[in-house]
């Protein structure tokens, strides 16, 4: 599952993917003081007069749908009609108006970016700093075949300095004590020490948080910085090489890279991975434009004393983006800068990635929460604290989730209440309706495959859609807004392990229980359709869309099974003729072959 010690697995070449920022350059000579310098992703183009095109029109059409739809001349008016059929029309005209609306800001936010994004000039490390390369584990939720992988690969992390690799135990297990003796690693645990097991806060129990804060508050004076990935994630031999250079910036707090799946198998894996395109390799470089890209805990380097001077990691379910908003909001008390960060497009680490749709709507619902999260108690701050180019590459990518989440539950309220009820916001020609509406997706749609080029991926085939990572993100949106409901009623969120090491959660039919619940309300809106009359085409059109999206998972996963269960079969079968020599009877052969029962 995981890269082998020449880079490689399987034909993905993963040493290729580890320079694509380009070879390490030596610091300008002539300049007083290092800082990072940036390669333009769109200046790089010999053909960009397509690019400037579609970020010019997609946005532009857009905003025309939106205001075509909305023009008080286009208002629904009924003379006569009851207070709550116009309180319903209201309410569509509204909800069409906000989705045109996020569709626009969506548009305009990766129009942005294609615009901005860039690379980082990779330079040499300062040769001897001190670096600490830490990685957790929990007993019991990630095998420890899985963690010998990962120390194994950073023991051969190349440093020209002092360099230790930590193991951070959660649990103070033996086996984990006799594998850190076995390939020299040093092993820290929490467990039993009161201050460091606190119910919230820094040193909050059971969290990765508070795991690393322990070990900041015990051993991070030691250090220069800390490299660090997630148990699932091998780091490659230049990995250090490779990230922490930039930090001969003094202004530098943190150093990120793209996380990709080595366990490139499953199709909720595949599509998994093509999901998270936009983000690592636009978004994340359109932050370098800022000098604040987001921080992502599953492989990165920190400056401690910048760490240090934000309290630690932050107490969240995502720790790595909050404290990125943290540390991004200070300012080096050497220089009176603002903390800076880079994303390298560089692959440094391969790690493992949901293999089931359990383990992946768990990962969405953590993802979103921690967004919530930071909008609700950390972002007021901003503008108080973030210049204004940080402001709006965080406001854009905070917004993604809530507004993903609010358009599903409006894009569903507008089908229920004009199946239903024959609520109409506004009164438009179809056709010219239709028209808008096509071009201005297919021209974000084309926007998003012209950023293709840019992929990150070693796994994806070159030239390939990502329409796997669309529909991803598409049936996302369910899961985005029951996450969203539970952060504004502030129930409880926590952190949850992801099963790794081929522990993938098993699926059933509960799994889909959102899912089913959004089909049902869909199937029965369209039947109302039906018996009163209420046949507007796009509206029926919208509520069968949002029908298939809704289905989709529960298709997917019960297709797969009919494979899996025709697979084993085929097995047992093959292994009959092999039985029968062996003088084993047929119940037996079936039951003992791979597969069977």
């Known amino acids: 599952m995981l890269p082998d010690s020449d880079g490689t697995r399987r034909g993905y070449d993963y040493d290729a993917y580890s320079r694509l920022a380009g070879p390490l350059t030596g610091p300008d000579p002539d300049r007083a003081a290092y800082t990072v310098e940036y390669r333009s992703l769109l200046a790089r183009e010999p053909r960009r007069i397509r690019a400037v095109l579609l970020m010019t029109l997609a946005p532009a059409l857009s905003a025309v749908l939106l205001a075509y739809l909305v023009w008080p001349g286009h208002w629904t008016r009924r003379e006569g009609a009851p207070g709550w059929l116009v309180a319903c029309d209201t309410v569509m005209l509204v909800s069409i108006g906000l989705i045109c609306l996020f569709m626009l800001v969506n548009v305009v936010s990766i129009a942005h970016a294609t615009l901005v994004a860039r690379d980082p000039v990779p330079v040499p490390p300062e040769p001897g700093t001190r670096v600490a390369f830490l990685t957790t584990y929990v007993p019991g939720k990630e095998p420890l075949s899985m963690v010998r992988a990962t120390l194994e690969g950073a023991v051969r992390v190349r440093h020209r300095g002092v360099l230790d690799v930590w193991l951070l135990d959660e649990g103070d297990d033996e086996r984990a004590r006799a594998l850190c003796a076995e390939l020299g690693v040093r092993h820290f645990t929490r467990k039993g020490v009161p201050e460091w097991n606190r119910p919230s806060g820094a040193h909050k129990a059971g969290t990765k948080h508070g795991n690393y804060n322990a070990w900041l508050a015990l051993h991070g004076g030691a250090y220069d910085y800390f490299a660090s990935v997630?148990?699932?994630?091998?780091?490659?031999?230049n990995f250090l090489e490779r990230m922490l250079g930039y930090f001969r910036d003094p202004d530098v707090a943190f150093v990120v890279g793209p996380q990709v799946y080595g366990n490139y198998d499953s199709a909720v894996t595949k599509a998994a991975e093509s999901q998270q395109f936009l983000f690592h390799a636009l978004i994340q470089r359109a932050g370098n434009r800022y000098r604040a890209p987001m921080f992502v805990g599953t492989n990165n380097v920190v400056r401690i004393s910048a760490l240090l001077q934000a309290g630690g990691l932050y107490d969240s379910v995502t720790e790595d983006m909050a404290t990125g908003f943290e540390l991004h909001r200070r300012r080096n008390p050497a220089t009176g800068r603002h903390w800076r960060s880079v994303y390298t497009p560089d692959v440094l680490a391969v790690g493992e990635g949901p293999a089931s749709w359990t383990d992946f709507f768990t990962q969405q619902i953590r993802w979103s929460r921690g967004t919530y999260e930071t909008l609700l108690k950390q972002f007021w701050k901003a503008p108080f604290s973030l210049p204004p180019g940080r402001l709006l590459n965080y406001a854009l990518m905070l917004v993604y989730y809530p507004m993903t989440a609010v358009n599903w539950l409006l894009g569903v309220l507008s089908c229920v209440l004009h199946l239903w009820f024959g609520a109409s916001g506004t009164q438009v020609s179809t056709s010219v309706w239709l028209m808008l509406y096509s071009d201005a997706a297919a021209l974000q749609i084309g926007l998003y495959l012209w950023n293709r080029r840019h992929n990150v991926s070693p796994h994806e085939p070159e030239g390939s859609g990502g329409v796997a990572?669309?529909?991803?993100?598409?049936?996302?949106?369910?899961?985005?807004?029951?996450?969203?409901?539970?952060?504004?009623?502030?129930?409880?969120?926590?952190?949850?392990?992801?099963?790794?090491?081929?522990?993938?959660?098993?699926?059933?039919?509960?799994?889909?229980?959102?899912?089913?619940?959004?089909?049902?309300?869909?199937t029965a809106s369209l039947l109302a359709s039906v018996h009163f009359g209420h046949t507007h085409a796009a509206m029926r059109t919208w509520a069968v869309l949002a029908l298939a999206v809704s289905l989709a998972p529960v298709a997917v996963w019960a297709w797969s099974a009919v494979r899996e269960r025709r697979a084993a079969t085929g097995r047992a079968m093959a292994a009959l003729p092999a039985a029968a020599e062996h003088g084993e009877d047929a119940d037996t052969a079936l039951a003992t072959a791979p597969g069977g029962n």
């Not at 229980?513 to 309300?521: F, S, T």
């Open 230 to 237: 997630d148990t699932d994630h091998v780091p490659l031999p």
């Open 469 to 522: 990572g669309m529909a991803m993100s598409a049936l996302s949106a369910p899961v985005y807004l029951r996450s969203l409901t539970s952060a504004v009623l502030r129930t409880s969120g926590r952190f949850v392990v992801t099963p790794k090491g081929g522990r993938a959660s098993p699926d059933r039919l509960l799994t889909f229980r959102v899912h089913l619940g959004w089909a049902a309300v869909l």
